[in-house]
């Protein structure tokens, strides 16, 4: 269902596609009333918009949903609640009976992949780091967002620093990472650890987790943001998604300059 203007423009010169037919896959923005869909962010930015479900309506997502699996081979929401899911799923598997959709109670995520598109390959690799258990919905929101970005991903949970031994036996697997995530409440020192012990780029996501004093959040966010650790940033927080997107970035980044570096060398030689 994705429709680049390459293909648009072939299908066009075959006589398969109208003109008409043409300039509305090519327009750059959907009216639906309640929102206003941007159907050229993946031709920006190598993503199509993303869908935050959190407010909106269970008709409203899945509006949205609709109406961007008509332009893009991958769709995901975040912040969907079990119920608004339940909804959205029985309508999307009534007009899309042959089309598989996934939802993470976990993340509260909802994705689907047209079932004709195929990854080329995974962009990088990411691991992601959690220090308890009670932070998995924030690391599996990270977790899925990468690996819809066309990443392989590690999940490393459970690692925190009440039990430091836990991470320094995975410290090998992390450091072969080119991207660390690190997911933690609390007082969040965890992100400050990791960062001391590995070279990659290390993005720290404060969580709501923790007692009183932690003030939901914001203890860890002080911390990460105050780290002595060089080459960590801070997202905010519980913003699973935004590392998970910025990680992926950061991937694209490396593979871009991998493979000009290459093409490079071909010219060389």
Wanted: hydrophobic share 45%; net charge negative.
């Amino acid at each position: 269902m994705k429709h680049s203007m390459e293909h648009i423009l072939e299908a066009v010169q075959k006589g398969e596609l109208s003109v008409q037919d043409a300039i509305e896959k090519l327009k750059p923005q959907e009216e639906l009333g309640y929102a206003t869909l941007d159907l050229q962010r993946e031709a920006r930015t190598g993503f199509p918009e993303v869908i935050y479900g959190e407010g909106k309506t269970s008709e409203q997502i899945f509006g949205i949903f609709n109406k961007l699996m008509e332009h893009h081979d991958k769709v995901l929401a975040t912040r969907v609640s079990m119920d608004k899911a339940n909804y959205v799923l029985e309508k999307l598997h009534i007009k899309y009976p042959n089309q598989t959709f996934y939802y993470h109670e976990a993340a509260s995520t909802l994705h689907w992949i047209n079932s004709t598109f195929q990854e080329k390959w995974k962009k990088g690799y990411i691991a992601v780091v959690c220090a308890g258990t009670s932070d998995l919905p924030v690391a599996e929101e990270a977790a899925i967002t990468a690996e819809l970005m066309g990443n392989k991903v590690e999940r490393i949970y459970d690692i925190g620093v009440a039990g430091i031994h836990r991470l320094l036996n995975k410290a090998r697997l992390i450091e072969d990472a080119n991207v660390v995530i690190v997911v933690a409440g609390m007082e969040g020192a965890l992100a400050s650890v990791v960062g001391g012990l590995v070279s990659k780029p290390v993005i720290a996501v404060p969580t709501s987790v923790g007692y009183g004093a932690s003030m939901n959040g914001i203890a860890a966010l002080l911390a990460m943001l105050s780290s002595c650790a060089s080459g960590v940033s801070v997202v905010n927080i519980d913003n699973g998604f935004g590392a998970g997107y910025f990680a992926a970035t950061l991937t694209n980044t490396i593979e871009q300059a991998v493979e000009k570096a290459l093409a490079g060398k071909g010219e060389n030689e």
